[in-house]
Nanobody, 117 residues
Framework: QVQLVESGGGLVQPGGSLRLSCATS????????MGWYRQAPGKQRELVARITPGGILNYVDSVKGRFAISRDYAENTVYLQMNSLTPEDTALYYCNAYHLLTTTDYWGQGTQVTVSS
């Protein structure tokens, strides 16, 4: 059974940093593409960053150079390091696991990130 548990969200001032964590169980990084999505109030959920089993990274243009996705095989955890945060980054951030063979999506419950002075 796949479980994704996000943590690390919170309130941060503009220009600050946060690191989100997604603790996984039932997931093999060798067959799952892992990603972070976000949804701001009144907006659609959007892809923020993702990493393929082969290590290919993708980022939405608005976070390139500021955010970094990574994974730790030993800890079964995916991270999202977020730097130079702006109020536009305020959203509920979700961890996603996409099974490349079954094309099944799994989601965590989300962690709130609020960037405000």
């Amino acid at each position: 059974q796949v479980q994704l548990v996000e943590s690390g969200g919170g309130l941060v001032q503009p220009g600050g940093s946060l690191r989100l964590s997604c603790a996984t169980s039932g997931v093999s990084f060798n067959i799952y593409r892992m990603g972070w999505y976000r949804q701001a109030p009144g907006k659609q959920r959007e892809l923020v960053a993702r990493i393929t089993p082969g290590g290919i990274l993708n980022y939405v243009d608005s976070v390139k150079g500021r955010f970094a996705i990574s994974r730790d095989y030993a800890e079964n955890t995916v991270y999202l390091q977020m730097n130079s945060l702006t109020p536009e980054d305020t959203a509920l951030y979700y961890c996603n696991a996409y099974h490349l063979l079954t094309t099944t999506d799994y989601w965590g419950q989300g962690t709130q990130v609020t960037v405000s002075s």
